[in-house]
């Protein structure tokens, strides 16, 4: 789906440090999310949004920060990154209407050291 | 916590034969969807279902939502190795969806 890219694909980091994981997609969709997948887990929401400059908590939102200037990114930023923070974060974004099902981007793999 | 829970965690086919996952919630859903991922891939979209009861065919694929809406099925016919991957359902309460901890199917050919 090239409608919504995510970069990196891969990153590692060291414990501490900040860094932001990009979104962006070209379809005007509303509602963009977050959400990190791990072993044992599924898939955990960690921030939504419905629209530009409106942004909620999902899930597991501690230790990220989110904003969304534009309709078409959704910047994650790890604030201090930790250990337990080594996932994988997928990116999605929805229509309004539902029955279209979220669409998701390709992932970054995250690794905390 | 979890919301929606999925059974089995993993399963194990011989190609040709079926396969289901379960999908619960301990609350009334408003709608569920499901979602396949393949190995190394990111989860794609494969159907929704809205009413109690629903049934919905996609070629060998069968869904199934509960008359209470608390519960899905994902049934599989004569599996294939294309069909390999983890199953997701995602079950919306409120305006939020609650991702299952997914089903994750190996086919042996």
């Known amino acids: 789906d090239a409608g919504i890219t995510q970069s990196p694909r891969y990153k590692i980091t060291e414990t501490g440090r900040q860094v932001t994981l990009m979104c962006h997609q070209t379809?005007?969709?509303?509602?963009m999310f977050w959400y990190r997948q791990d072993l044992g887990h599924g898939l955990r929401l960690i921030y939504y949004s419905a629209a530009a400059d409106i942004t909620d908590k999902g899930e597991v939102p501690d230790g990220y920060v989110v904003s969304r200037s534009k309709t078409e990114n959704f910047p994650l930023t790890l604030e201090s990154a930790t250990r337990s923070q080594t996932s994988v974060y997928f990116c999605a974004s929805s229509e309004w209407e539902e029955r279209y099902g979220y669409t998701f981007g390709s992932g970054t793999r995250l690794t905390v050291v | 916590g979890q919301q929606v829970m999925q059974i089995p965690q993993y399963q194990h086919v011989q190609e040709g034969e079926d396969f289901t996952t379960y999908c619960n919630s301990s609350t009334t859903l408003s709608n569920i969807q499901w979602y396949k991922q393949r190995p190394g891939g990111h989860p794609v979209f494969l159907i929704q279902l809205v009413k109690s009861g629903e049934v919905k065919k996609q070629k060998r694929l069968t869904f199934q939502f509960g008359e209470a809406k608390k519960n899905s099925s994902l049934h599989i016919t004569a599996t294939q190795t294309t069909d390999v991957g983890t199953y997701f359902c995602?079950?919306?309460?409120?305006?939020?969806?609650?991702f299952g901890t997914g089903t994750s199917l190996t086919v042996i050919p």
């Open positions: 379809w005007s969709h509303s509602y």
């Open positions: 995602a079950g919306a309460t409120g305006n939020q969806f609650y």
